[in-house]
């Protein structure tokens, strides 16, 4: 079997060779422009690194136009905090005490799909790895997860492996999983959706920088062995230059699936943060999307530099791999480092200390060009950023769908409501056994939560809080993000899933910060999705700059769809926020009998889109009215009552509505509660509708007058409506019902194990 | 001494004879990583079996079946059961008793 | 001078930072010993921290039990030197036959983690003297191959020799034989446990202060010897 | 072109043809008990396969040696590493490539 690799010569010699662009998903112009950038035909090997890197996934081209206005409405808060922003592989945010936290989120969508385990493993992997990139050490995960209906054998197919998979990978890492989401609805059927968030912890003295910078340095790429994983279409390339009669071996056989391996990257991980101690790397960049073809033209486009690169010295897994398919490959537990000469033995000690294979292949030159050599033959030879940067961007066109005055109309207004104790008990119930709602400790019980020693909160508390050093310092975190508020308006939506996830973070007593986003949409192509899109960005955008809280970075998956069925508008949103002693967090546990029971906000006859309306299949109406000065000032008496000493729990007010939440706190301190619903509003309004906006606060009678003059002092109304009581065993709600508290609980605990064991 | 839950001690099996044994082998494609197989060769490496050029790890199933064992069934198990045909392969063995 | 009690890093350990953290917090000093590492370092007792050494691939602790350190870690055992191994720490000690029985794949096939009530059974053992027989305490567990199992002779001789530590209480979380949840070696210096002691002993972070007993329990028996 | 520190570049591979596969089977003791067996058997009796009285579920390792193999090695390796004969039994077979 003799191969034949396509060189630059050969490019000049034979422009008119057919090329397959159109199989690697590029358009004719988008390939005539390849040519214009190269002033010839590329190789084939330059085809292969510009399809993939000009791909939705690598390129954003059709999201770039919409995510430009993160860049543009930044808050003025954010250069206060903001070390690294948006365009670095995660952003960087400056959290006192010389210490920095970078965070993001990235979906796995299509790989869980095909594989379950295996997709939501190396989702994890891949997300940790940016974190790493930035120079930090990975401190925390998250998975926001959603799936179609609990009861359908997909969701049967794929749940079990993908929460398997998420802690099979996050718990071999030692990286405690301190919350994430699991949401239920038919339109993720034939595409769940698997995100992935990791938090890192960096001193500001060590923050890196994905840019290859000063010639002469070495360009190493360490870690696992490069083999044909997730190499897709580009296969077709290499069989074009296979004298392939035999037909063994080769690109047929080339995997769909990546498999991960994390104990590979958690040496990586150990080694990586000795390589930052010793300062031993000038740039690095983690190998994901792309591989090889990404993180060397992304590297020198970012270094402003050349680079040249010997690919015949990346260690391989499989021997049979042609050029093209290395520079492809999606090999999982690799990373890429700039390394000066007089440091590389230092490094390569670091490696073999913990048995991580590490090997030069490259260098950084002023050439300005990006040249790969394969066994002596040139077969690259291009502008990296014409590669890396400067690629298609489209203006795609968008509309309001003509589906969406009639969907706002359909208010959920004709189903029955209850009115009785009986009834309003039993709807508290239904929705407490719910999928959506009901307790997931099937899921998280399969995640380690301890590892690390600094969790202080985890689920299913309102955010996740980590102890990041010895004075107790702290970061709380969370993701929120209701796909059925987005489909009825997606500008709203988006700023509700900014709310939550913001008001979360605060319940807990850290104060709000920064932010990260995920964007799941259908396909861009779509007019009604891209505006969708378009809609969303616009919301989270306009959002951000009210609330002061900048987004740093995140991740765009489109082509989320079940035949012509898009997914929800799904935007799923990051908050990270700050506690100075995380002694002080709030927990949504109350404890002491006698205390008060507040709730702050409005309360509005608000149920499109709710929990209630989706139990009864229907989906209409408009979403909750967004109010972002209100959410900006209970977020504040969140945290300044918490750092005044003024509550024993908090607990935000959202699915479900207020019911929910009371049981949801009854359920996790064990101790019953009196709640006497405010005169004048209707008790099924008063218990379930989901108004934002709002959270309750638990609050000794003692610290009272202090409370209220906190919410006074900011017009934000408050009502006592409760009190702590454990004598009643369970929650009565005065006048109408009382539901005993392992009633709650079996109802709530039962719904997993039923459908999942 | 302390008291014993006997749900935890296994059962003496009994079985009538059965027909046939069915073994199933389970191996990961070979273009698979296949991490426990390095990490079996990483630790006979370090033990000094210079002389090992691969270890791959996989599954193997022992069957006991008191009918005439059905090819096509058996194919139907292992291929939805027993294997994850996106990534493994699996051969089935029949020894009559 | 406080007790120098040290704690193995394997590639691929999790927990022994906090392990590390829980002997500080117990009043002793830590000392941190490398796998690839003989030395044992003239410490007094040695912690083997849970996580997934090499991957765990293969079998739990099969690797690590291998390790250049665990040669002198399993002769020093057997002269009496205090060794604690906490769930992949237990499954090493297993590995290499300083604790009877093997740990297997949970029979709930899942991972599993929560907070785990135990009950003390004896504190006849180097690591459990602070305790009194029969105390209940509660530790987080988590694992997925903690289901302890060996053979009736060995059992019954377990039981027979007061050689089992803990026990689950009220619901048994792996299938483990006889619901034991840890053991120790006939000289009471080695023991072995699933769940994990160091993520008890900070009330921000764990469930309870009980894991604090563990070291204490052995810090004191330095102190008297 | 730049200096090449030739300790850094990997070797190209060329594996010989090796000169032997092994492999070995390694299976819990009958005495015991296996979930994943169990948990087979289970779903097989579900689905409707109710001839199938029993599966047990173990390991099987494919290793490519490039000498001729060592039976006494190999006992080693299977019973020190592969297996851990206070739970499991172990089966060696040797095939000249
Ligand atoms: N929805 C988004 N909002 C803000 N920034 C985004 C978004 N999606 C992607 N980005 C930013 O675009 C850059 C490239 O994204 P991505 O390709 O996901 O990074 P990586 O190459 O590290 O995987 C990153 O800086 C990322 O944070
Ligand atoms: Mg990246």
Redesign the interface.
Known sequence: MTRHVDTVKDAETTPETDQPYADLGLKSDEYQLIREHLDRRPTSSELAMYSVMWSEHCSYKSSKVHLRQFGEKVPAEAKDILLVGMGENAGVVDVGNDLAVTFKIESHNHPSY??PY?GAATGIGGIVRDILTMGARPVAVMDPLRFGPADAPETHRVLPGIV?GI??YG????LPNIGGEVVFDPTYIGNPLVNALCVGVVPHDRIQLSAATGP?NHV?LFG?KT???GIGGVSVLASESFDDGDGSGGPN????????????E??LI?ACQELFEQQLVVGIQDLGGAGISCATSEMASNGDSGM?VWL????????TLAPEEILMSE??ERMCAVVAPAK?DAF?AVCRK??V????IG?VNDSGRLTIEWHGDQIVDVPPKTVAHDGPVYERPYARPIWQDALQADAPTKLSRPSSGDELRETLLSLLGSPNLASKSWV?????????????LAQPEDSGIV?INEDGLGIAISTDGNGRYGKLDPYAGAQLALAEAYRNVATTGAKPLAVTNCLNFGSPEDSDVMWQFAETTRGLADACLQLGVPVTGGNVSFYNQTGETAILPTPVIGVLGVIDD??RRTPMAWDADGDSIWLLGETADEFGGSEWAHLRGHLGGLPPKVDLDRERLIAEIAVAASRDGLLTAAHDVSVGGLGVSLAEMALRSGKGARIFLPDGLDPFVALFAESAGRIVFVVPRSEEFRFTDMCTARGVPAARIGVVDSELGGLEVQGHFIVPIDEMRTTSEATFPALFD | MAPIDSSHIPPIEQPEKPVARVVVDVMLKPEILDPQGQAVLGALTRLGHSDIVSVRQGKRFEILVDAAPDAAALDQIASTLLANTVIEDYTIHVEEQ | MSARIGVVTFPGSLDDQDAARAVRIAGAQAVSLWHGDADLKGVDAVVLPGGFSYGDYLRCGAIARFAPVMQNVIDAARGGLPVLGICNGFQVLCESHLLPGALIRNDVRKFVCRDQLLRVETANTAWTSDFADGQEILIPLKNGEGGFVADQRTLDQLEGEGRVVFRYLHDNPNGSYRDIAGITNDRGNVVGLMPHPEHAVETLTGPSLDGLGFFSSVISQLVDA
């Open positions: 095909v594989e295996q398997a802690g099979g718990n071999c890492l030692g002469g190493v696992a083999g044909g994983d056989k080339r995997p769909s699936v990546q498999v991960g391996d994390p104990f590979a958690k040496v150990e040249h015949d010295r990346v260690p391989l897994r499989d021997s090999s999982q590389l390569m913990w048995d294979e590490a090997v030069v260098e998280t019980d399969q995640y380690d939560r301890y590892v690390l020693g600094n969790t202080v102890r995380v002694a």
